[in-house]
């Protein structure tokens, strides 16, 4: 079974752009949630997608966005990048809202200059 | 609302040596799940072991276990016999249906450094 992919490992962005982030669920997952790490901070959940739903979502603001695709696949999508946005981006899959055991990803480090 | 606290920034053990992490919680939810998450140097976390509310006994997972008292809402991880693939950096987090239902609180993580 293959984990959770995620694309692409880096990335460079200028203020200002906007940034979609890839991530392909565990085989059989059919929930996949997204989180924002700040350097030596622990993770911030950003929102959850359920069977191409979003069913949860933390304190970010609505230019942080996403989609679940038929596959269980999920893109977040960041507008008008900020400097703070700058952080690692990890994707977890699990099936349904299970109460232990995400799968994560290894993440995207996004990098805003 | 729910907070995780990990008090420790940075712990250093010796090879072999067994090792605590300290975590404390806040909620007010009787229903809760609590984890613990290993983050090696490459970014991926890897779920290590999970405690429910409920549940009576400590749980344990290979060299791992869960120090629970539901009391003092703590929920301290202890690795025994450490070895040298186990530094990095270490989170704590719960899960709860005042978080929303559907996501996961984490703590600010303690890094290990396990000495040859």
């Known amino acids: 079974e293959t984990g959770v992919t995620q694309s692409p490992t880096h990335l460079i962005k200028t203020r200002g752009q906007q940034v979609t982030l890839r991530c392909s669920s565990q085989s059989g997952h059919n929930t996949v949630s997204w989180y924002q790490q700040a350097l030596g901070q622990g993770p911030q959940f950003i929102f959850q997608?359920?069977?191409?739903?979003?069913?949860g979502r933390g304190n970010f603001p609505p230019r942080f966005s996403g989609l679940q695709f038929p596959n269980y696949s999920s893109e977040l999508n960041v507008n008008a990048l900020e400097l703070d946005d700058s952080a690692l981006y990890l994707c977890?899959?699990?099936?349904?809202?299970?109460?232990?055991?995400?799968?994560f990803g290894s993440g995207t480090r996004l990098t805003v200059v | 609302a729910q907070k995780i606290t990990q008090t420790q920034p940075g712990m250093f053990v010796q090879e072999k040596e067994a090792v605590t992490l300290d975590c404390t919680y806040d909620?007010?939810?009787?229903?809760?799940?609590l984890f613990w998450y290993k983050q090696p140097s490459s970014g991926e976390m890897i779920f290590l072991i999970y405690?429910?509310?409920?549940?009576?006994q400590n749980a344990t997972e290979g060299r791992y276990s869960l120090n629970f008292q539901k009391a003092r809402k703590s929920a301290n991880l202890v690795i025994s016999a450490s070895q040298l693939g186990d530094s990095a950096m270490y989170f704590c987090a719960m899960r709860g249906p005042n978080t929303g239902g559907f996501k996961t609180i984490f703590g600010a993580g303690t890094r290990l450094f396990v000495k040859a």
């Open positions: 997608y359920y069977r191409e739903e979003e069913n």
């Open positions: 909620t007010s939810d009787p229903s809760y799940g």
């Open positions: 405690q429910g509310s409920y549940d009576q």
């Open positions: 977890a899959s699990s099936w349904g809202d299970r109460a232990y055991g995400y799968t």
